[in-house]
């Protein structure tokens, strides 16, 4: 079973930022649309970000403007650069495909929000 590899999460305060980084393999990565979801304790797992093949980017409204998706082609590595952390942002944060091939689950990174 192939996984992606997600790193950069922690604990911050609210207000701060993370940068978050997901490395796949390029049969997963190349020409084809990546996302960032997460998953908070007791809840179903979440979209958070798409970027295309072509960079198009898209974001549902509780993340619209804080957060930041983006790619890197050459280094097959999608990243989630978030800023204004709040505390409803704590979730453990997962990369795959848009839409998401449940065999590519990684473990995810954790990112904590709390003062």
């Known amino acids: 079973q192939v996984q992606l590899v997600e790193s950069g999460g922690g604990a911050v305060q609210p207000g701060g930022s993370l940068r978050l980084s997901c490395a796949a393999p390029?049969?997963?990565?190349?020409?084809?649309?990546m996302a960032w979801y997460r998953q908070a304790p007791g809840k179903g797992r979440e979209l958070v970000a798409t970027?295309?093949?072509?960079?198009?980017?898209n974001y549902p409204d509780s993340v619209k403007g804080r957060f930041n998706i983006s790619r890197d082609n050459a280094k097959n590595t999608v990243y989630l650069q978030m800023n204004s952390l709040k505390p409803e942002d704590t979730a453990v944060y997962y990369c795959?495909?848009?839409?998401?091939?449940?065999?590519?689950w990684g473990q995810g990174t954790q990112v904590t929000v709390s003062s």
């Open positions: 970027i295309t093949s072509r960079g198009s980017t």
């Open positions: 390029g049969s997963i990565f190349s020409g084809n649309g």
């Open positions: 795959n495909r848009f839409p998401s091939n449940p065999q590519y």
